[in-house]
């Protein structure tokens, strides 16, 4: 089964049909897990995971053609990294035990690899996402990675889609200054 027929893919899903809810984690898990690394989620793959499963709880209540079906999969991530967030803020930190964490950290045979898992799995994307504030890292995550268009990322935030489209340039702005101040060192 192939996502070539997404509104066969969802009906099938909605029954219950486990390959069809396989083809839609294979198709935008990627994209998923990316967001949520890029949003720097505590653990990307519970949020993730997460995603999922409240798509598949929720997909008996959608309606709609793949793009609808992008931006409801993004607001439900959205929503999942805001809640990890506060959940993190209200949590002590527990000092983690380097060989538990390096057990737990996803290796792959080469950075390729892990691009076409992850589309935020570089470090040096990582931290040039790092060096935007949270607004821009959001809007440019939810523009590029999500590939939602403006109206429905201004929506999701809460803010109108001038600003967004602010947030969005000062953020590929900043951005290019990374990339340029990489070149010249």
């Known amino acids: 089964m192939s996502i070539s027929d997404f509104g066969a893919v969802v009906r099938a899903a909605r029954r219950g049909d486990h390959r069809a809810q396989a083809v839609l984690y294979r198709e935008y898990a990627p994209a998923v897990l990316g967001y949520a690394r890029g949003s720097r989620a505590g653990d990307p793959e519970d949020v993730t995971s997460e995603v999922f499963v409240a798509v598949v709880r929720g997909l008996a209540g959608f309606e709609g053609d793949e793009p609808a079906f992008r931006s409801w999969l993004f607001t439900i991530a959205h929503h999942r990294v805001v809640d990890e967030r506060r959940g ?12 538990e964490l390096a057990g737990r950290t996803a290796t792959w045979s080469t950075p390729d690899d ?72």
Do not use: C
């Not at 993190?88 to 060989?99: G, H, N, Q, S, W």
């Not at 995550?141 to 929506?155: F, H, Q």
């Open 114 to 185: 892990a691009a076409l898992v992850d589309p935020v799995a570089s470090a040096h994307l990582r931290a040039a996402l790092d060096g935007l504030t949270g607004e821009q890292r959001d809007v440019v995550l939810l523009r590029i990675v999500a590939d939602l268009p403006i109206a429905e990322v201004a929506e999701l935030l809460g803010k109108g889609e001038g600003a967004v489209k602010m947030l969005q340039r000062r953020a590929l702005a900043a951005l290019a200054r990374d990339v340029s101040a990489e070149l010249v060192a």
């Open 88 to 99: 993190r803020a209200r949590r002590t930190e527990d000092a983690t035990d380097p060989v």
